[in-house]
């Protein structure tokens, strides 16, 4: 009898020490710096390839369509931004942060209205002021630089312009 209850014990001992294991949260979770791909943001309920496909796809609809509506882009953009501010919310660490906010600020920059420079200028801010030690704040700064000492000189650009990058 006396070995059963040795086995016994061990048994019920490591399978204590087992349920301990499993209900402890791991560091990587319980810190998770990544947005999920499957975990939706914001009123159109965007996945993080949701946005970076929308920002895209605005990009794109606004150089190949010269009839483009710039107010309804804009209105496009504004949700989008809405569901990139809610992912900086809950993953504030995301390394795909800094050039999504990139992507978006030289999506507004080319909607030649008054409303699409004031958003692209807020923006080149967040992204300057929330990630400025990023290589995107660096290359926004660097577009800043050579937009207010471009061929003329005149230092009038309120934002930079640059391609949507694919990252």
């Known amino acids: ?3 059963h209850s ?3 014990a061990a048994l019920l001992s490591s399978a204590t020490f087992s349920a301990a294991a499993v209900a402890l949260p791991a560091p990587a979770a319980a810190a ?3 947005a999920p791909a499957d975990e939706y943001f914001g009123p159109l309920a965007m996945s993080i390839l949701g946005i970076r496909n929308a920002i895209k796809d605005t990009a794109a ?3 190949l369509d010269s009839s483009a509506d710039p107010e309804a882009a804009l209105r ?3 949700l989008i931004e809405t569901s990139v501010r809610d992912w900086e919310t809950k993953y504030p660490q995301d390394a795909w942060l800094p050039r999504t906010v990139l992507a978006l600020q030289h999506v507004y920059a080319r909607i030649h209205t008054e409303d ?3 958003h692209a200028t807020v923006a080149a801010s967040w992204l300057m002021t929330k990630y400025a030690q990023t290589a995107e704040a660096q290359t926004m700064r660097a577009e800043f630089d050579e937009a207010m000492s471009g061929p003329t000189g005149s230092g009038s650009a309120s934002a930079p312009s640059g391609e949507v990058a694919d990252h």
């Open 6 to 8: 040795l086995m016994l």
């Open 76 to 78: 496009h953009l504004a």
């Open 1 to 3: 009898m006396h070995k």
């Open 116 to 118: 699409g420079r004031q």
């Open 32 to 34: 998770q710096k990544v």
């Open 61 to 63: 609809r606004l150089d």
